[in-house]
């Protein structure tokens, strides 16, 4: 099987496009890497690169995009709405298909020693690459951002996964770590009420008791005259989309409210969307190799 | 988009597996050409390859396949349980991405021409591919077989598309042609009766007024205890599972009886899972530019 493994860099430079596109250029020159896409906010002056590759290709996609990045992005003349700390911000690691989130864990390390080694940027491991709890969540990790982690680091409990014992003059601090893919799912309901959009969020998310890699909130959907329940799927494997589905229905129906529909926004695994077709057809043996083009991804690894 | 279009050739050889080898193994060294399975049925002296490829690696592989089948396949000598009129004997040709029924006309016309004209052999469109509703069904084609086919060719009306007016001495005749993809889908039902199983059959399926693109029939499941309604769906884009999935559902409930469960059998386009994912999710926007790995196969034509 051959294995894709997505990366999804956040770099602190959304408002110059050539700056961005010199960057994005870099990565996609390194060998083995398929750069889908750039996303830039000029309002957050940030960018999100998404590419995908075997371990190999985004070992060299990321080290590309370092190079790159490092010399163009300074972080002492920049603004944004976004909290930073870093030049490159974070680098998740997410498995598709053909490797495991400890496969990306291991990634995440050997990266996080060459960024140090290579930079001297210091890096911190997160998500479910953190060496403990208090270092899984990025926010906690940001907190401080570029202009207070000099500070910060004097903690002895900030010390860095890899690297110098203070952040990069330019470039800050950089948190690198595996997460599962995350979904960005919405489910619109047909009522103009914002309140039963947030009851529905409350319940089904995991803070609320919902679903454990649910995250979850209400969102008036004004133009439509309908409300949404905006939902972040951070590990469809284990929470899928059907079953949050069918758990929003039933408690929309508790109001009388149907389900106008839903939408994935962005990227998704195909799994994620053969779970639920296997789901509702009751399939009982239904295997990635049985969908055709899936296959064709895995036969090149042994073509001749 | 990348091209994608499957080619299911059967070859009148089932018996010697040195020399199905021999003749997959020429389809596989084709430039472009993605062979991704050979099933051999001896009873039926019959093998079924299936390999994928853009509109050159079909031509390149199909190519191949008459050069080494040609001089391997004798049907003078040739006996065995399906009915067969060539040692290529039917050449279907499936748009599965980024190609159309219509661009699979267009090539099998191609391929007719270009195999008559090497090898002598008369070339009869099939399918979509047919000139005339009586040239559709290569049941109708095949009738008299190999043995029969010199005689049945001096009729005008058996005229072929391309090629010579009399069968090939040793290799007989070919059809070619396009269709749809065909998904062989079972639904397992909570009951030994197996006149429930053919009568759901029966309801679904076109010739007894049910839907278009369905063909049905009841199978007793005996070591599972339960009947099955056997399906082929020839055209999942206009006849979709779920559509066919909920109708036995319904049919079934009406003798008290549950689905068990269902089930593909072999190869299916990814789009015919989407659908059903996309049906009960109730999805507004789906695309398959938002599934990562179509999204992979798509960009490698462009990557640099």
């Not at 690198?176 to 529905?200: E, M, S, W």
């Not at 890699?213 to 590990?235: C, E, H, P, W, Y």
Request: net charge neutral.
């Amino acid at each position: 099987m051959r294995t894709v493994i997505e990366c999804v860099p956040n770099i602190s430079e959304g408002r110059d496009p050539a700056r961005v596109r010199e960057i994005a250029d870099a990565v996609r020159a390194a060998p083995g890497v398929r750069l889908l896409d750039v996303s830039s906010d000029p309002a957050h002056n940030r960018s999100v690169l998404t590419f995908v590759g075997d371990a190999a290709a985004v070992r060299a996609g990321v080290s590309a995009l370092f190079d790159a990045a490092i010399p163009r992005i300074d972080l002492t003349r920049h603004s944004g709405e976004h909290p930073r700390m870093g030049a490159v911000d974070v680098v998740p690691l997410i498995p598709i298909r053909g490797a495991t989130v400890a496969d990306c864990v291991a990634l995440s390390r050997e990266l996080g020693a060459a960024i140090a080694a290579r930079h001297a940027i210091p890096v911190f491991l997160y998500e479910d690459s953190a060496a403990s709890e208090a270092r899984r969540n990025l926010a906690e990790i940001r907190k401080g951002e570029f202009e207070g982690f000099g500070e910060k680091m004097k903690d002895p409990l900030w010390a860095p996964d890899f690297g110098p014992a203070g952040p990069h003059p330019t470039a800050g601090a950089v948190a690198v770590g595996a997460r599962a893919p995350l979904i960005a799912y919405n489910i619109n309901l047909g009522t103009k009420d914002l309140r039963v959009a947030d009851a529905i969020a409350k319940a089904i998310r995991h803070i609320g008791g919902g679903f454990r890699f649910v995250k979850a909130m209400g969102v008036d959907l004004a133009d439509r005259g309908q409300v949404q329940v905006s939902i972040n799927m951070t590990n469809f494997r284990k929470t899928p989309l059907h079953r949050v589905f069918e758990c929003v229905k039933s408690e929309a129906a508790r109001y009388g409210v149907p389900i106008v529909g839903s939408e994935i926004v962005g990227l998704a695994p195909a799994d994620a969307l053969l779970m639920a077709a296997g789901h509702y057809l009751r399939l009982e043996n239904l295997s990635s190799e049985q969908i055709l083009e899936l296959r064709l991804l895995e036969e090149e690894e042994t073509a001749p």
